[in-house]
């Protein structure tokens, strides 16, 4: 038994032929992961040293401190508006846009300003946004909503303008063909074929948005994000835990109802 | 506009009735079609086909059959020529006035290209899209008047245990009888079928052509109809229109259509075996 490959017989070009260039890619990868390292001081001892730091600051947590429910109810309750509001001003944005962006349906002056404003709004990380929208319309929720807004939009109109433009135009044609209007098309023969996955995008988003409305307060944007912020800066380790454990329940129920949504709408 | 209005008016009074057929007679002149410049698909096709019966149009592959039969609804627009209906040239219009046309015109498909995710109630209802506000259509606030004719139709073709089905959950003769009743929603004055039974297998294409055959000569609608199947060519058309490099090649009756013609359609003579 021989692990070498068998020779291709004479005359007959290799049936799998290798890949210089790509061998020396990952080759070239594996000796910068090495180098980084090295300068930014990624060491044993020193991940050795964090750890006997971790293992205090999880002492200090526990138990989890049952103390200020007032903040922590106002908090989350707080977050979850901000997330629910983003959401729903989010997708109401995206459809347009996405739909304007979808480069089968739409002209090319149309679809690529589209597309280069949704680039734009994927073009930051939610909290550089929301640190923007903190400085332009102050501290509050305000400035988180918007920053979510503004997520939202860049990830779902991106996604719906794909999934449009993944549609069958056949069925698009035969709906043309009755002499149908523009918008009567859009919701007789496009929106049937996307409204399964739109449904999916969106829940995707309103589960990220739930996250993500839990940091846009460390920031100044509102939310839980403020007090959990606040409870770091005062040492009350064993609240920080209360406040994550209580961030967990959400996104978990968060999850539970976004798969029952997306199992209605298939 | 007011003789497109008056043109229209004529037209819905008159759908259905014997004696209107003048109104749906179509006349093409000099029709080209180039998707790319200087290669002609379709080289000045003059045609006129009769208010009533069909005319089955055969020929090789990559002809034009398909591109000829778009270009009436313009699914596909025509480079230069015209095309006649209802005194109006159907190539010139745009916007609105085209989509009143396209009202009047119904079409099927080879692969049905019914809305999948749609019911077949729904599918039946896209053929009154054209009379319909978006919002209306949205909340599926249709016609009951064409509702209700859905539900006939649907009887008539055989399906109607099927009408909140979806229409992917329908096999290939099924959504045919889907794709023809929707075309028989619009009340066309013209029926364009563009390779209808080209996906099915022998017995169901029969039983489509019949069903086709059976309804537009129920409501006198005239069919122009692109078919691969010479046979099923013979045997439902009062009329065959062979095309071949883009040209017409033949035009006559089915009877007249000789071993000769084919040669001269299809090229070659060993498959007529």
Redesign the interface.
Known sequence: MSIVPAAPAAGRPNPFPVSWTTRAAWLGLAIYSVYAASLLDVTWERFVFGLGNGARFIGRMLPPAFTHMDLLWKGLAESLEIAIIATVFGIVLSLPVGLAASRNLMPIWVSWPARAFIALCRSFHPVIVAILFVKAVGFGAIAGILALIVASVGFIAKLFAEAIEEISLKQVEAVRATGASFMNVIFMAVVPQVLARFTGFATYQLDSNLRNSTMVGIVGGGGIGSTLFTAFQKFDYDFVLTILLAIIAIIFVGEILAGWVRKTFQ | MTAIGAMTGAAANGSGQAGMTGTRSLSIRGLTKEYVRGKPVLRGISLDIAGQGITAIIGPSGTGKSTLIRCI?R?VEPTAGEIWFQGMDLARLRGRSL?????????V?Q?Y??????SVM?NLL?????Y?S?VR??LRRFDPADIERAFELLDIVGLGAFATQRADALSGGQRQRV?IA?AVM?RPDLLLADEPTSSLDPKTSVEIMELMAGLTAQHDIPVILNIHNVELAKRFAARIVGMAGGHVVFDGLPADLRDDHLKQIYGGEGWLE
């Open positions: 609804n699914l989509r009143e046309a396209r009202r009047r015109i119904g079409m498909f692969e290209n019914l809305v999948e995710r749609l729904e896209c053929g009154r899209l054209g319909i978006p259509a949205w794709g929707r619009q």
